[in-house]
């Protein structure tokens, strides 16, 4: 039986060079598609694996080891913002996410819905962007997949990535591992991702611009297994921010955590930008920050470890792990009391006045 | 960074407390009147280390939390209209009306959207010639000049696709109705200082010396919040009751005199229900005739719409500082910020969202 025709290829004949925008045709499958493929993101993501171009890509796994799997979607909007964009955010969420699980990220796929009317030109720079970050964590995005929707059903594109990593041999890295005594550390200053994209999206400027943290940690948690920590609990603080990450390992491993606030590195900028819209940095997303939970005799080395690393200079310990208020995070306040650090409600909402 | 490192310092902190902790020699129940303010103590756990005696009650000064059920469902009969861009600041759009809240609307194909600013509705209303754009002015004195201009540059502009839907509230009129009240035990107030910025505290004067209450112009940082129950104390131990600016770096007695005048040029004093409390006579704002061609409620018809609150809901008695949060049967329990029944479990600084966030029973403080 034939393929099912796609009228939209009979409309848009012309070669992609003279089309400025995205059309439908260029999701219909057929010659458009391809010249995007060749002219937009083969270029921009080329390796071996890729260029097999088949409809799944094989590569060789370690015997006996075994394998990380992650997927995430990212809808970010604006599709540029201080610090990176949605094509370098794709690369290190699935990077980050991966590496948490005591992985060493091996290979990425990439998924794009692409709104019909945007620039060719945009798509390029992410296709670019991806490239470059991929090349930095050193993974390949080795398999991916185009679609068209119809011009205001997207919101320019939206990408979902998924990839696959190596765990370390012996590494059991899960926040149920969070045991008391444990401590809790965090690789930077926290917000700066949540309050970049804000400060653009609400055309809000602070003074000095505040540039999203987005960044691959996968060199921290490197860092952490070669200086032979026995991690227990790695995770990125992304949506929901610190608060978020911190009652879900509570919650999980049914233990209390006590965050010492006056530790917890935020910003200038991001701090006058939260108090501005009434928002607390503790909830308020990161792209590029690891919080780790490590036993409390390893807290000194591990610290050392992620601050010889880059990204992670500004490591401090923020708090511990204790046998007290099971599944919540208690913070101890700078006059010396304490309120529960709670997992954000949904949305976060500006204050009025 | 600057006006907030030095109030957020914590050898200031506990420098204040031990002046609180020696001057204070038998019990002394404060009120502090900003949803600000009672974040901040929650947020910071001021009131765990005062000295025991030391009492702070939550006042009526959330403007999220005593906008009125019935502005609430105007609102969201408003937004409803496809014609429609509804403009609100954001953490209106999570409190329930009757039915649904704005986010209900929203997704429901309305056009409600979050600004951050009453002038940005008046240019999303020249952007959008053919729609009919609304913004949700409520508040206490601190928002109204805001609002005030942008009703004033929407009628300089000639932009007739603009219209605000106004439920403005004003702190001394519900001190007074709080202090009236049978069984208050307030005996000093901290008062709000960023209503004051706006307004000033002169009329704070004739409440202090009528009343025999101290009343403390106050901040919102840490140490602020301490220097003001360290002054309020500090009167009461001596019999004093005055009125006393500890926020000197923000208001002025006087206050904004420009932002005065536009809000006596654009506002009258009108009576004004709070929501859980009732209606409290001159207690609101709303917009003068020479400015009525700006009222949403006229516009779109909603006068008419009323509404009857939760009985389980004792946000009122809690406004008043009747009751603690924790006090009321359904908190944390048919009443969550997820479920909110009343406005007080919504936003930040309503003094029941404070509590169940930072100090639920099960985390062994507070």
Redesign the interface.
Request: glycine share 14%.
């Given at each position: 039986m034939a393929e099912p025709v796609d009228p939209s290829n009979w409309s848009c004949p012309a070669p992609l060079a003279d089309r400025a925008l995205v059309v439908l045709g260029h999701g219909g499958g057929g010659r458009l598609t391809a010249e995007l493929l060749e002219g937009v993101f083969l270029p921009a993501l080329a390796n071996p694996l890729l260029d097999q171009l088949a409809d799944s890509t094989v590569f060789p796994v370690p015997a006996g080891g075994r394998l990380a799997l992650s997927t995430d979607a990212f809808v970010v909007s604006p599709l540029f913002f201080p610090g990176g964009d949605i094509g370098s955010l794709a690369v290190h969420g699935t990077v980050n996410d991966l590496a948490c699980s005591g992985a060493v990220p091996l290979h990425l796929t990439a998924a794009f819905v692409i709104e019909e009317g945007t620039p060719v030109e945009l798509l390029a720079r992410i296709a670019h962007s991806m490239g470059a970050a991929a090349q930095a964590a050193g993974v390949a995005i080795v398999a991916g997949d185009t679609k068209v929707v119809e011009r205001g059903r997207g919101d320019g594109v939206y990408i979902t990535t998924a990839g696959v990593g190596v765990v370390r041999p012996g590494a059991d890295v899960r926040p149920e591992r969070a045991t008391t005594g444990d401590a809790v550390l965090l690789s930077g200053p926290i917000g700066q991702h949540g309050v970049a994209v804000m400060s653009v999206r609400e055309g809000l400027e602070f003074g000095s611009p505040v540039v999203s943290d987005s960044a691959p940690i996968h060199a921290l948690v490197a860092a952490l297994f070669d200086a032979g920590i026995d991690v227990h609990t790695l995770r990125d603080p992304t949506r929901g921010g610190l608060a978020a990450t911190l009652n879900e390992i509570a919650a999980a491993a049914r233990v209390g955590i006590e965050v010492d606030e006056l530790a917890v590195p935020v910003a200038d900028a991001v701090r006058s930008a939260c108090a501005l819209m009434g928002l607390d940095p503790m909830q308020v997303a990161n792209e590029g920050r690891l919080v780790a939970v490590v036993p409390g005799g390893s807290a000194e080395a591990a610290l050392d470890a992620l601050r010889l690393t880059p990204g992670g200079e500004q490591a401090v310990v923020i708090g511990r792990v204790v046998d007290d208020h099971h599944g919540m995070v208690v913070g101890l306040t700078l006059v010396g009391g304490t309120r529960i650090i709670d997992m954000p409600l949904g949305e976060l909402l500006p204050r009025i006045c | 960074?600057k006006h907030?490192d030095e109030y957020?310092d914590?050898a200031r902190?506990?420098r204040l407390?031990d002046e609180i902790r020696r001057s204070t020699t038998r019990p002394w129940t404060l009120m502090e009147v900003c949803g600000?303010q009672t974040n901040s103590i929650?947020?910071?756990?001021?009131?765990?280390?005062l000295p025991e005696g030391i009492e702070l009650l939550h006042g009526p000064g959330c403007?999220?939390c005593v906008t009125p059920l019935e502005s609430i469902d105007r609102a969201i009969a408003i937004a409803s209209r496809p014609e429609v861009i509804f403009c609100s600041?954001?953490?209106?759009?999570?409190v329930p009306g009757s039915e649904r809240d704005l986010f209900g609307v929203r997704s429901r194909g309305g056009d409600v959207r979050?600004v951050?600013s009453p002038l940005d509705a008046v240019q999303v209303a020249i952007d959008n010639p053919d729609r009919e754009v609304v913004f949700f002015a409520?508040?206490?004195e601190?928002?109204a000049p805001a609002n005030a201009l942008a009703v004033h540059q929407a009628r300089r502009l000639g932009v007739t696709n603009f219209s605000v839907l106004v439920s403005h509230v004003l702190v001394p009129p519900a001190i007074r109705a709080i202090l009236d009240a049978p069984g208050c035990r307030v005996q000093g107030f901290l008062a709000a200082g960023?209503v004051c910025t706006v307004m000033g505290y002169a009329e704070y004067q004739v409440l202090a010396s009528r009343y025999g209450v101290p009343i403390v112009v106050t901040g919102f940082e840490?140490v602020d919040l301490?220097d003001g129950v360290r002054r309020a104390v500090l009167q009461l131990e001596a019999g004093r009751a005055e009125v006393e600016n500890a926020y000197p770096r923000v208001v002025a007695e006087n206050g904004n005199q420009v932002a005065k005048e536009l809000l006596a040029e654009v506002f009258e004093v009108c009576d004004r229900t709070w929501r859980g409390i009732g209606v409290i006579h001159a207690s609101g704002w709303r917009l003068r005739p020479a400015f009525r061609a700006f009222d949403a409620e006229a516009r779109f018809d909603v006068a008419d719409i009323t509404a009857v609150e939760s009985p389980l809901c004792h946000s009122g008695e809690v406004l008043q500082g009747l009751i603690t949060p924790d006090q009321c049967p359904a908190f944390g329990r048919e009443c969550t910020?997820?479920n909110p029944l009343g406005a007080t479990m919504v936003?930040?600084?309503g003094a029941c969202a404070a509590y169940y966030?930072?100090?639920?029973a099960?985390?062994?403080?507070?």
């Open positions: - | 960074m907030v957020q914590p902190a506990r407390l600000g929650i947020r910071h756990g001021i009131d765990q280390v403007p999220v600041f954001g953490d209106m759009l999570r979050t951050y409520i508040g206490f601190t928002t960023h840490p301490l910020p997820r936003s930040d600084e966030t930072h100090r639920r099960g985390a062994g403080i507070g």
